[in-house]
């Protein structure tokens, strides 16, 4: 938001110092980025008055000028303008002037006479974006003056940052607000009067959708003279406001919304049919709009429409159909609140960034519109004349967004901002913030003005106070906190120990987004589609994810067009689940591996990564519980693995992730070279910790026997494994599975398994007969759960 310091003096009185007013707004939370200093470079550049004319004797176009610039010689100057006349004042550019466009001014000749100067054009001073002629001044400026003085060009343009929840800033009577709050200065209102109409021609106004557009005014305007022109005081406010000048209509309506932030629209009204209405766009309308593109509708757009159909977008442009033209004599004023939730995200999704959608998709005050009308009003009358009609109104107050009071506590206030500010200036803080202030014994009870949409809750009070307080005047005070002993958990190992495990396995953390394509999401969470975003930045980007595969694959693909041949990612995050109406988030942590199994060296065979890579990463994470033998892989199907090469983990049972070899079909789809592996497993589950339990070393010597059963290639070595603890009982110390052989001393289809079983008793020296008796029941287990036969 650009502003000219010379408009807010209107407003308030101000330090003569420009920097001193940026610091100031600055501490109010009203970052100023730059200040533009105008009038710089025109110190050369008076007001001067032609004395006397006479032609050029040898060029038709030129003339002769006796300039008088206050000195005590009249100065000689060879000018072509149109508009030259004897008695005019203009600006002169003395020699040695340098014009904002760079032109040096120097005594020179013209056509063989002499020119002391330059008679300059409101373009070349860059006061105008177009000039016929040179620029005429008033007549009771002083001559000899500085010209950046005597037009009141020695202003300054602060270009404010504004916060998105700072609505009410994007205007002049917003920032004078704020800054006659923070230095205690009075606020001087302009004083709109109502205009009386004389004429009876009005439009009739319809609300089709009150939700979205509760609030509707308009006024029509008849006779206006075509031929006027906007003044250089408004045109050269809206040039420092970055506001092009283009018609007298267009730049009254642009004026009003930089003073009060009211944006607003015009109408040719010879070019409407019937009356207006804000409604809903209708699937397959299109409008044609001010900039020339044509857009296409649907029900979800808010639009204003006559009886022939769409004329602009409603909080967003206009169209060409209705537009103001340069020969327009009638025209109809709209003013209109539109809803910011119907606003918001509208513009951007059709390629559009307007000072309207800018304004209204943050909310602007819902109770000015027929204010606005009327300032409007009376800048035109002052410009183009015409006959205003009565100015018109339809609202629906139920649909109006309504200020509630808000509580502050006295005590809440002095905790937070770590001083006590006197209840009077509280108050007249609030006050002078056009706050409604009630106070009681606890505090008091502000009810926020209608423009004020970021004022909800009790900590936006407290920073109210804090701001116009002055953040400078809070002493500063030494922090207290009493001194907490850091909770360790034994029922959860910390997800920065799973972290660091895969760190040092070679991965590297990667943060995706949390939202993403949905028909990749789908593709690869198997479910029904995602939670949709209300509000996406792009359509690729409109769900919440599912899975967080989708940003690791992606990832990958990033890395693999730059040449990265071999890539470990993980990433801890949540991932977005449908309960019914209600979304649930699952913390989980999820891995992808991809190109080869070690780096390139001279030692290591080049080899690229498969299943039991990513599995011993994953049994990693499960050892990190205290309990790995709670844990199981079980061969099973996903939509987004291999077949044949995935796998579910369980828990006691209880499946909590999936690991596996990615789909050809998506492989293909993100043109990998190869196939990478992944893995995605819910931490709570993961992570959770057996207590640890004590058990005395034992003092007598441990007996290893070795078991080689032969089973089914089909059964899995887990379940095996599982058999054969659950057989052995507590004497077992430790089991190992060393061997796996196929071949022809086996039959086919079968394996056989190589198991080292441990044993140790803590209370005595296992016999043989102990050991044979364990070794006897973990046979029997085997052959009556896997038919097994033992190997000798």
Sequence with gaps: MKVSIDWLREWLDLPADPEEVAERLTSLGLEVDSIERLGEGLEHIVVGEVREVSRHPDADRLSLCRVDVGGAELLNIVCGAANLRAGGRYPVALPGAVLPGGLKIERSKIRGETSDGMLCSAFELQLAETADGIMELPPDLPLGEPIARALRLDDAVLDIDLTPNRADCFCVAGIARDLAA???????????????????????????????????????????????????????????????????????????????????HAYDLDRLTGGLSARRARDGERCELLDGREVELDESLLIIADEAGPVGLAGIMGGARTAVQDSSRNIFLEAAFFSPAVIAGRARRLGLHTDAATRFERGVDPEHQLRAIERATALLQEITGGRPGPATEV?????????????????????????????????????????????????????????????EREEDLVEEVARIHGYDRIPETPGEMPALLGAASEH????????????????????????????????????????????????????????????????????????????????????????????????????????????????????????????????????????????????????????GRAARLCREGEPIGWLGELHPELVARLELPSAPLLFEIETAPLL????????????????????????????????????????????????????????????TGSKSVSLGLILQDTSRTLTDADVDEVMQAVAEQLRRDFNATIRE
């Design 688 to 747: 959770a910790s057996a207590v640890p339990a004590f058990r005395s070393l034992s003092r007598f010597p441990a007996v290893r026997r070795d078991l080689s059963p032969v089973v089914a290639e089909t059964v899995p070595a887990g379940e095996l494994l599982a058999a054969v603890r659950h057989a052995a009982g507590p004497l077992l110390r430790e089991l190992r599975l060393f061997d796996i052989y196929r071949g022809d001393k086996v039959e």
């Design 492 to 643: 959860a190992v910390p997800l920065a120990r799973a972290r660091l495990t895969l760190v040092e396995r070679g991965y590297h953390e990667a943060v995706t987004w949390s939202f993403t394509d949905p028909d990749l999401d789908a593709r690869f969470s198997g479910g029904g589609p995602g939670l949709p975003l209300a509000n996406p930045i792009s359509g690729a980007l409109s769900v919440m994810r599912q899975s967080l595969w989708p940003g690791l694959a992606l990832a990958v693909q990033h890395n693999v067009k730059r040449q990265q041949e071999r890539v470990r990612l993980f990433e801890t995050g949540l991932r977005f689940q449908r309960r019914g109406d209600e979304a649930e988030e699952i913390p989980v942590i999820a891995g992808i591996v991809f190109g080869s199994r070690w780096p390139e060296q001279w030692a290591l065979p080049d080899e690229p990564v498969d299943f039991f890579d990513i599995k011993g990463d994953v049994l990693a994470l499960t050892a990190l519980s205290g309990a790995s033998e709670q844990f199981a892989c079980e061969a099973a199907e996903h939509p987004a693995l291999r077949p």
């Design 182 to 264: 923070g230095l205690r200065s009075d606020l001087r209102l302009p004083r709109v009067v109502p205009v009386l109409p004389v004429s009876e021609v009005c439009v009739e106004l319809r609300l089709d959708d009150p939700a979205a557009c509760p609030r509707f005014a308009g006024r029509v305007i008849t006779e206006l003279n075509p031929a006027a022109e906007t003044p250089e005081w408004m045109q050269s406010r809206l040039l420092r406001a970055g506001v092009r000048p283009i018609h007298p209509v267009v730049d009254v309506t642009n004026y009003v919304m930089l003073e009060f932030g009211q944006p607003m």
């Design 395 to 455: 609202v629906v107050a139920e649909q109006l967004p309504q200020r509630r009071p808000v509580r502050l506590r006295r005590e809440r206030l002095a905790r937070l901002l770590g001083t006590a500010v006197p209840d009077d200036a509280v108050a007249d803080i609030f006050e002078r913030l056009d706050m409604q202030v009630a106070s009681d014994a606890d505090g008091w009870r502000v009810t926020p003005p209608p423009a004020r949409f970021d004022i």
